[in-house]
């Protein structure tokens, strides 16, 4: 199974929902959306993600692991771990690395640890460096690195700082993206 993070802040509400209704769900494919967000905003996350793609979402469940043809979608509140055994845990309440919740970076180097060359990144809008140390993390575990043109997005700074960092496989608008997934994932035109 490939697991992909999908990383995202200011505007990446929008990129990630119009990626996802250009990505049909595959069984051999787990997401994990990292966006950028409050408590009180997570519920409704997750219910626009179902509402706009033909993936099923949920949120982190203790004791399972990823799963392929959901969108795993972390709280800004329990930060989590994968164990040795791929298993999900919530590790505390409010302990991700701030000032990013959930974070960007401590997701993505988790799942580039346990998944290896079957893990990927793709960098959505937003503002500040997350991401940056986690796509080093993919990148060394032999996973790819993808990020939205800077100038298709809401917010450049996030996608900006993963490019300048090196090492990004491919850049492109979020149907590029969508459109070179589809082709990685197998998904026939």
Request: proline share 4%; with cysteine.
């Amino acid at each position: 199974m490939k697991v992909w993070v999908l990383a995202a802040s200011t505007g990446g509400i929008d990129a990630v929902t119009r990626f996802l209704k250009l990505v049909p769900c595959r069984e051999n494919v787990a997401l994990v959306y990292v966006q950028h967000i409050v408590e009180q905003q997570h519920p409704q996350l997750l219910k626009i993600v179902a509402r706009n793609s033909n993936w099923r979402t949920r949120s982190v469940d203790y004791g399972s692991s990823l799963k392929g043809g959901w969108v795993t979608i972390p709280s800004p509140e329990e930060r989590f771990d994968i164990d040795g055994e791929g298993l999900m845990g919530v590790v505390d309440s409010g302990g991700w690395q701030a000032p990013y919740r959930p974070n960007i970076d401590d997701v993505a180097r988790q799942v580039a640890t346990f998944y290896r060359h079957c893990s990927g990144l793709i960098v959505f809008t937003g503002m500040g460096g997350d991401g940056c140390k986690g796509a080093a993390c993919v990148r060394d575990s032999g996973g790819q690195v993808w990020v939205q043109t800077p100038s298709s997005c809401a917010a450049i700074a996030m996608p900006e700082a993963v490019l300048g960092a090196g090492g990004v496989m491919f850049v492109g608008t979020v149907e590029e993206l969508a459109e070179k997934f589809n082709q990685e994932i197998g998904v026939a035109d």
